[in-house]
């Protein structure tokens, strides 16, 4: 099934009812959809600090890095771009024998390569703050596919963190997000890329003004998840066989509700699920 624009914004009211009936009321509602993000860094050097606190981050407690970080910052000479892309292989193994940082010579290399490709950017787009700017909200999934693909050690998890962290907009990609989107006929696949995600969550923030991707990313998880809710909606089992959630969610009705009217309205299609 495929939505118009127009029944979009109905879609997203019904969704968010249902969630905040879930969740206990719209201050409960209120709380489960915000995601904290940083500041937006003043320059270039500060968003490859950031970039780097998500590199070390990532499989390590964020307690570890933050109590080794001011010595992080020493050891990288401030975070200065020019300087670090300077570094050789000298620097590398004198870095891995300090234990003021996490001597962990993948993530120290990777940290480097890091520097030389932000002067890249630099030198291609004039800031790394340009570089993200070409990306509309259509595109951010393509931005998460060209981070991946230009820097080292960023996994589909810690790009986003990273662009949390600098004070961006992000939508996560879980597997109830996906289901959602899927039944929904907003992507044509449980496994659609990030593009192609990226565009679905594009036209929800535009058919809800002021909603921002983060908030609509998780009303749409929460949905299929249940996660911090009293069920959930659009569950993986049993498997929903209609989806007509532009007036009302048929599934929640019929299966988590049986009690409640069973007459489905025609001229829906099955999702497939």
């Known amino acids: 099934m495929r ?16 969630v905040e009936d879930l969740a206990g009321g719209p201050r409960r509602l209120t709380g489960l959809l915000d995601m904290r993000r ?54 590398v193994t004198r870095l891995t024998k300090d234990p003021g940082i996490i001597r962990y010579r993948g993530k120290i290399e990777a940290t480097v390569a890091n520097a030389r490709e932000m002067l ?39 790009v986003r963190a990273f662009l949390r962290r600098v004070g961006e907009d992000v939508f996560y990609s879980h597997a109830d997000t996906l289901r959602v989107l899927y039944r929904l006929g907003l992507i044509k696949s449980p496994r659609a890329p990030d593009p192609e995600v990226g565009q679905a969550h594009a036209r929800l923030a535009a058919a809800t003004p ?52 069973r007459d489905v309205p025609t001229g829906f299609d099955t999702c497939g699920a």
């Not at 624009?5 to 249902?18: E, F, S």
């Not at 929903?240 to 969610?249: E, F, G, Q, T």
């Open 210 to 261: 002021g909603s921002r991707v983060d908030e609509i990313n998780r009303l749409v998880t929460r949905f299929g998840s249940g996660y911090e809710l009293d069920d959930a909606i659009c569950a993986d089992v049993p498997k929903c066989h209609r989806c007509a959630i532009s007036h009302w969610c048929w599934y929640y009705r019929e299966v988590r509700t049986p009690t409640q009217r």
């Open 38 to 91: 940083g500041r937006r860094p003043r320059g270039d050097d500060g968003y490859f600090e950031q970039m780097t606190w998500c590199v070390f981050k990532a499989g390590i407690s964020a307690a570890v890095v933050n109590r080794k970080w001011s010595h992080f910052r020493k050891a990288f000479a401030g975070f200065s771009i020019p300087t670090v892309a300077a570094f050789t292989g000298r620097d």
């Open 3 to 18: 939505h118009r624009d127009a029944d979009l914004h109905d879609l997203m009211l019904n969704l968010r009812d249902q």
């Open 120 to 158: 890249a950017v630099r030198g291609e787009f004039g800031s790394f703050r340009r570089f993200l700017t070409r990306y509309g909200p259509a595109e951010q999934g393509q931005l998460y596919v060209d981070l991946r693909r230009r820097f080292s050690h960023l996994g589909p998890y810690t």
